[in-house]
C-alpha cells in the first residue's frame, strides 16, 4: 500500500534531504527506501534525490509506492476479523485460536492474511502485501502486529530484529510451580530433522530465553495462569520451555497430548509494546484472554 509523508521545513539552516528526514524521526533504514525507483522525495513539488539539499521553509513530501509481485499475491478470503488498532502504517489484529498466519500448500484460503487481504481488497486496496510481525502458531489466539506499507515494515523488522518490540503472553500450565518467578534460558532445536516438534538441546539448540511470572492458581483444575516475556521468538518457545519445566501447557496436543482440559494450546498473546514506526509514539495494546482460557480464571484481566 502507498504511504505519502509530508514535511515542512523550519530549520534555520540548510541541509541534506536524507538527514532532515533522519530529523523528522525517520530511521536511517526507511530512508534507505527512497533509493529504490519505485520511491520518490519532492522539495517543493521538484523531484530530488537524497544527496540534494532542503532550504529553510522547503517542503518536502516522500512517497513510499508498494511493488507487488505475483508470489506476494493472496487469494482474497471474506473470514471475520477482530481488529483492535488500525493507522494509515498499522494494523493490530487479535487472531483466533485455530486460524493459521500464513497460506501453505494444504491450506491456500483460510487464514489470518487471506481475512486481511479480503478486508483491503474491499476497500480498493489491491496493491496489499502482507507482512506480520510477530507471528503467532496457529493455536495461539492473540495480538499480531501487521505492517501495511513498506516504510512500516522496514522500521518494524529492524526493530524487532534489535528486540524492540515487547511482546507479553499469558498461558495456563499443568501443576504448581515452586519458583513464583523465573528465566528459562535453555536452546531449543528441532528434535529431528524431519519433524516440527522442538526440544532443549544445550548442544545443538538456539539460544532461548523465556522470562515468567506465576499469577494465580487454580486448585481445582491444578493449573497455573502465568505471564511470559519473550526475550527470543524461537519457534514454539513458550510451549518447549513449560514443557522443559515439567509443566507443560494445557490442551497442547503437540507436547501434552494427554491433556484434554482445553481444545488447543492454552497461549494467548496479551500485550505488545513498541514504538510506532512512523509517529514515534509509545505504543501498548492490551487483550485480555479469550473466554476458553479465562473459565479457569474468571476475575483476571490484563
Known amino acids: 500500500m ?10 534555520t539552516e540548510s541541509m541534506r534531504v536524507d538527514a532532515f528526514l533522519v530529523r523528522r524521526n525517520l530511521p536511517r533504514c526507511s530512508v534507505k527506501l527512497l533509493k529504490k525507483s519505485q ?5 517543493n513539488g521538484k523531484e530530488v534525490c537524497v544527496i540534494e539539499r532542503v532550504y529553510p521553509g522547503d517542503t518536502v513530501t516522500v512517497e513510499f509506492h508498494e511493488k507487488i509481485s505475483e508470489e506476494d499475491r493472496l487469494i482474497p ?7 483492535v488498532y488500525e493507522d494509515e502504517d498499522i494494523l493490530i489484529v487479535n487472531k483466533s485460536a485455530d486460524m493459521s498466519v500464513h497460506p501453505v500448500r494444504t491450506n491456500l484460503e483460510n487464514t489470518l492474511a487471506n481475512a486481511v487481504t479480503y478486508y483491503y481488497a474491499s476497500q480498493g486496496q489491491t496493491d496489499f502485501v502482507f507482512r506480520c510481525l510477530n507471528r503467532l502458531d496457529r493455536y495461539t489466539s492473540g495480538l499480531t502486529l501487521i505492517a501495511k506499507n513498506p516504510l512500516s515494515a522496514q522500521i518494524l523488522s529492524e526493530e524487532m ?7 507479553t503472553y499469558l498461558g495456563i500450565a499443568e501443576g504448581k510451580l515452586s519458583e513464583p ?3 528459562i534460558d535453555a536452546p531449543i532445536a528441532r528434535e529431528t530433522e524431519e519433524e516440527i516438534r522442538r526440544i532443549v538441546d544445550f548442544t545443538r539448540g538456539q539460544t532461548a530465553i523465556t522470562e515468567y511470572e506465576v499469577l494465580d492458581y487454580n486448585a481445582e483444575a491444578d493449573v497455573s495462569l ?4 519473550l526475550k527470543t521468538g524461537r519457534t514454539h518457545q513458550i510451549r518447549v520451555h513449560m514443557n522443559y519445566l515439567g509443566h507443560p501447557l494445557i490442551g497442547d496436543i503437540l507436547y501434552n497430548p494427554d491433556n484434554h482440559l482445553m481444545e488447543r494450546s492454552a497461549l494467548h498473546a496479551a500485550q505488545l509494546q ?6 514515534r509514539q509509545e505504543m501498548v495494546i492490551k487483550k485480555d484472554m479469550p473466554s476458553d482460557m479465562s473459565l479457569f480464571f474468571p476475575e483476571m484481566h490484563i
Open 2 to 11: 502507498q504511504r505519502i509523508l509530508t514535511f515542512h521545513n523550519s530549520e
Open 39 to 43: 520511491n520518490h522525495i519532492y522539495v
Open 77 to 83: 478470503t471474506d473470514l471475520p476479523i477482530d481488529i
Open 161 to 167: 530484529k534489535n528486540r524492540r518490540i515487547h511482546r
Open 181 to 183: 518467578v523465573g528465566v
Open 226 to 229: 502465568l505471564r511470559f516475556q
Open 274 to 279: 513498541f514504538t510506532h514506526p512512523v509517529t
